[in-house]
């Protein structure tokens, strides 16, 4: 190769990587450049197809995966929506308890007034009448 470089060189034309390799190496069917004067890939039509055909396999298993996925992903979704439904509707009833238990709070504390009210009057009238001296009629 060196030979061929020094010759081309002297000779005032430049020979390419390429050019020189032919001419040092010559035309062989089975070199490869760069991979040395190794055999070539069988260009037999059933190891390509096999290959392919391995790849159709994998290809369909691995759509196989990504449509369980989804449907597993679906799913999913389905669920929390449904949860997040159930949890919206806890709330609302959480908050008309919370409704029913200030409206009844406010019943009784209306109620106790009054009560109380009515106690403090009848005290006031019972008091009333016996500093009167007048009989109590109840």
């Known amino acids: ?76 979704r389905r669920q929390l929506e449904q949860e997040r439904r159930e949890r919206e509707e806890e709330k609302k009833e959480r908050e008309e308890e919370q409704k029913q238990i200030a409206h009844l709070t406010s019943l009784v504390t209306e109620f106790l007034k009054k009560k109380t009210q009515t106690h403090k009057s009848s005290i006031y009238h019972d008091r009333a009448m016996y500093s009167t001296g007048g009989t109590n009629t109840r």
């Open 1 to 76: 190769m060196l030979s061929l470089r020094e010759e081309s060189s002297q000779s005032g034309v430049q020979l390419t990587s390429e050019e020189m390799s032919r001419k040092a190496l010559g035309k062989r069917k089975r070199y490869i450049l760069g991979f040395g004067d190794g055999l070539k890939p069988s260009s037999s039509s059933s190891t390509p197809s096999r290959v392919s055909q391995d790849h159709v396999e994998e290809l369909q298993k691995l759509k196989a995966e990504m449509e369980e996925m989804k449907m597993e992903r679906e799913e999913l």
